[in-house]
């Protein structure tokens, strides 16, 4: 499975950004669970946001709850998260990952993991 991620740019605060993930290579996308991490610099890659694979169950990190919405469309094998309200500390370079987990569970660590797209960078200016 190959991911790429897209999307990221320069944001004021309170504003919106979508970032998107593609993944290509003979995947049936909907055996995954994904999500998205972010590591801002200095700092440790950081859980954001995941899904499972058939979309149903989607779990969020306390901060982004309620401002970023994740989602995904398995026919045309991509993932989404839909940003808004953002906030400076939300700087950071966002990675998308696909993990082949049980149907219907999202996992939060970095390590269960086994693909990852190279990021995508996302600024929000003061």
């Known amino acids: 499975v190959q991911l790429q991620a897209s999307g990221g740019g320069l944001v004021q605060a309170r504003g919106s950004l979508r970032v998107t993930c593609a993944a290509s290579?003979?995947?049936?996308?909907?055996?995954?669970?994904m999500a998205w991490f972010r590591q801002a610099p200095g700092k440790e890659r950081e859980f954001v946001a995941a899904?499972?694979?058939?979309?149903?169950?989607?779990h969020y990190e306390d901060s982004v709850k309620g401002r970023f919405t994740i989602s995904r469309d398995n026919a045309k094998n991509t993932m989404s998260l839909q940003m808004s309200g953002l906030k400076p500390e939300d700087t950071a370079v966002y990675y998308c990952?696909?993990?082949?987990?049980?149907?219907?569970?999202?996992?939060?660590?970095?390590?269960?993991?086994?693909?990852w797209g190279q990021g995508t960078e996302v600024t929000v200016s003061s």
């Open positions: 290579g003979r995947t049936t996308l909907s055996t995954y669970a």
């Open positions: 990952a696909a993990d082949s987990v049980l149907h219907g569970i999202v996992r939060t660590t970095v390590l269960p993991y086994e693909y």
């Open positions: 899904i499972s694979g058939s979309g149903s169950v989607t």
